[in-house]
């Protein structure tokens, strides 16, 4: 029994040992691709609610990894938080898709950021910067927040978005219906657009209640004069019930998934959605 004891410490202290040594790997490979050329950038049309036209690309990370292939943002992004790394990835994304994106030239530009990354002290001139730099119309650019950055520390964050929005920047707030504190948040904070979560899409042609909760989700949106944008619109049926609600953008796999710019270049050219 002694031994045994023994022999299952030592395989847990090992495993332990191989999950900091995978932990730090793992870190340094992303570190790695941040400052090389490691990460893409994927870009989800945001159409009109009749789907007939592109208003709007939301930028989506991508990790380019030389033996685990493509690796989704769900996977890295929390390491990148957790090990200080979202502050350089977040600046990469951000000037990438800003300039990229100059050359859409009647489109918004879509960019997520990490609560961490707008409590940053530099954040305003960083950003401000960013845009110069790339020659985008600050009107042009959308950042994506979730409500977590306005629990965090709602005085700081109020500040950097008015600032920002002072000088044209628009700000969404993303996954909404998901958080604790979500209307409380969207009285309080000056977003131009709200952005539904797609899991409140997903029921809506199953479940009444669902679409009753919608319908008030939107017309709530609508009343604060606020753009509303459905996420994860999958069906037309889907599409039907959101333009009959009032949803003014729509996104999701329907219309289109996350493409490279050149196939952006291809929808706009063309005017087909597929
Ligand atoms: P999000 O901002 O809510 O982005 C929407 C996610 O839903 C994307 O997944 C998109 O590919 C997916 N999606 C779009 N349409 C549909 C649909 O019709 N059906 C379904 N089932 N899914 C759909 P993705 O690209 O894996 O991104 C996941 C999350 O990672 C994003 O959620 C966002 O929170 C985060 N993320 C992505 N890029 C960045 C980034 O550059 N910076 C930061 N900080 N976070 C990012
Ligand atoms: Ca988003
Ligand atoms: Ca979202
Ligand atoms: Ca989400």
């Known amino acids: 029994a002694k031994a045994n004891g023994r022999n299952d410490y030592c395989f847990f202290e090992s495993e332990i040992d191989q999950t900091i040594q995978m932990r730090k790997l793992v870190e340094d490979e992303l570190r790695g691709a941040i400052e090389g050329d490691g990460l893409e950038l994927a870009y989800q049309p945001i159409v009109s609610a009749d789907g007939s036209k592109v208003l709007a690309v939301e930028a989506l990370v991508r990790w380019r990894h030389p033996v685990r292939g493509l690796i989704g943002p769900g996977e890295f992004i929390p390491i990148a938080e957790e090990r200080g790394l979202i502050i350089p990835l977040g600046e990469s994304v951000l000037r990438r898709a ?9 489109l918004t530009i879509a960019v997520n950021l990490s609560a961490l990354h707008v409590l940053q002290a530099d954040f305003v001139e960083v950003v401000a910067r960013i845009l110069e730099e790339a020659g985008l119309d600050p009107k042009r650019l959308e950042i994506e927040l979730t409500e977590s950055v306005l629990v965090e520390d709602p005085v700081t964050a109020e500040r950097a978005i008015n600032r920002l929005r002072d000088l044209g920047v628009r700000f969404a707030l993303d996954d909404f219906g998901t958080g604790y504190s ?11 657009t709200i952005k539904i979560d797609r899991t409140f899409v997903q029921d809506i042609d199953a479940s009444e209640h669902a679409s009753i909760l919608l319908t008030s989700i939107v017309s709530l949106g609508r009343t604060l004069g606020r753009t509303v944008t459905a996420e994860g619109v999958e069906t037309s049926e889907q599409q039907k019930l959101l333009q009959l609600m009032g949803c003014t953008q729509l996104q999701g796999y329907l219309f289109s998934k ?3 710019p050149n ?3 291809g929808m706009l050219r063309t005017d087909v959605l597929n």
């Open 263 to 265: 196939e952006i270049d």
């Open 258 to 260: 996350p493409v490279s």
């Open 98 to 106: 800003c300039t990229t994106g100059a050359r859409w030239k009647d």
């Open 182 to 192: 979500s209307l409380l948040y969207l009285r309080r904070f000056a977003f131009d």
